[in-house]
């Protein structure tokens, strides 16, 4: 009977999990994939590399969307078992909390060690690989890549060109550049045609424009220079595919844990908090989803998801005091888990689950 119990238990909260954590991966994507598209729009990312980012954003937001759905899980596969009185029933034959947390624990473990993993690993390489893809794309992109009838950012320098119309030879015809040079001065271009060619060094590229004028000077000021031109070449450098510098969320997890500065500090207990969050929330899943029977099946989901608010925020405040130096390393984030955890312990205690089980 325990093990036809702890497999029906099991059952109910994974495939719950596997549903909630569905849809809340396909809501952050759709949300992710109108950004995306906006970024294409803006000619900040190239189109071939849209799907590319999504892709490795839902690993990304796997790390936050399972210790989530586990705990919006267990409160509503629990919270059904309390409405239909099947849990009062079994609590009557002598099911205490152990025999809940036990199957339970076949789910909860394993996702704890995939939170850790995502983490400390998937995640920040994900971001890493973002951040490349954006690069490569964007270094790749040629001319032939320019919509007509679209203003698109080319190089680094961020000079925005304009072409009329793409020709099959790759010209394009009637052609506008704007560019601003580093002593703030601004040039400008009118061409009839362009195109663009490789030049010695592979992170430069030239944009060569055919029977043209040229205009150069300060905006602002009547000082002007006019130059009309038969072939003129403009230099621009490629996007740089090195991250000399990563930020701490896309850094190694080694790096991390031989460094002393207070960013990178915040940013590894975060990472090794959110495994132990994902235990956390489960065990305070179960006290959380007691209902009386025959109420509401998602009537205690808004104080699940007000706690889940509460932890959160703090473990995010948590993280930015450390990097602030408001708040000593050693003490850090675990505080926030320490008073979540005697939270859960105590709603156990308070509803003489533990305690029971113990005089049984």
């Known amino acids: 009977m325990p093990r036809i119990l702890d497999r029906y238990i099991f059952r109910e909260i994974a495939t719950t999990w596997l549903g909630v954590t569905a849809v809340l991966m396909l809501i952050l994507l759709t949300n992710q994939f109108a950004r995306v598209l906006g970024d294409v729009a803006k000619g900040k990312l190239p189109k071939d590399a849209a799907f590319d980012v999504i892709g490795l954003s839902a690993a990304q937001f796997l790390t936050i969307l399972v210790p989530i759905g586990l705990f919006l899980a267990v409160m509503l596969a629990l919270g059904r078992l309390y409405r239909d009185s099947e849990l009062p029933a079994m609590m009557a034959c002598?099911?205490?909390?152990?025999?809940?947390?036990?199957?339970?624990?076949?789910?909860?473990?394993?996702?704890?060690?995939?939170?850790?993993?995502?983490?400390?690993?998937?995640?920040?390489?994900?971001?890493?690989?973002?951040?490349?893809?954006?690069?490569?794309?964007?270094?790749?992109?040629?001319?032939?890549?320019?919509?007509?009838?679209?203003?698109?950012?080319?190089?680094?320098?961020?000079?925005?060109?304009?072409?009329?119309?793409?020709?099959?030879?790759?010209?394009?015809?009637?052609?506008?550049?704007?560019?601003?040079?580093?002593?703030?001065?601004?040039?400008?271009?009118v061409a009839r045609l362009g195109e663009q060619v490789e030049s010695d060094d592979p992170d430069v590229r030239l944009l060569v424009l055919h029977d043209g004028r040229r205009y150069e000077g300060i905006p602002g000021t009547t000082e002007f220079r006019v130059v009309e031109f038969l072939e003129h070449g403009i230099p621009y450098r490629l996007p740089s595919l090195d991250t000399p510098d990563p930020r701490p969320r896309a850094m190694a997890f080694a790096v991390l844990l031989q460094s002393d500065d207070l960013s990178h500090i915040a940013e590894l207990q975060w990472r090794i908090g959110l495994p132990v969050a994902t235990i956390i929330l489960g065990i305070l899943a179960v006290p959380l989803s007691r209902t009386q029977p025959r109420a509401g099946r998602y009537g205690r989901i808004a104080i699940g998801l007000l706690v889940f608010i509460i932890y959160l925020n703090m473990l995010s405040a948590a993280k930015a005091w450390v990097e602030q130096g408001t708040l000593a390393p050693s003490l850090g984030l675990w505080w926030v888990h320490a008073t979540a955890l005697l939270f859960a312990l105590g709603l156990l205690a308070k509803q003489n689950m533990v305690f029971r089980r113990f005089r049984s």
């Open 94 to 189: 002598r099911v205490g909390p152990a025999d809940i947390y036990r199957p339970l624990c076949w789910l909860l473990l394993p996702l704890a060690v995939s939170v850790a993993w995502l983490s400390t690993d998937i995640g920040p390489r994900a971001l890493l690989s973002i951040e490349r893809v954006g690069a490569e794309a964007r270094r790749a992109a040629d001319l032939t890549s320019i919509e007509p009838g679209r203003f698109v950012t080319v190089g680094s320098s961020g000079s925005v060109v304009y072409g009329e119309n793409i020709r099959d030879d790759g010209l394009m015809e009637n052609v506008f550049l704007q560019r601003r040079r580093a002593d703030g001065s601004l040039e400008i271009v």
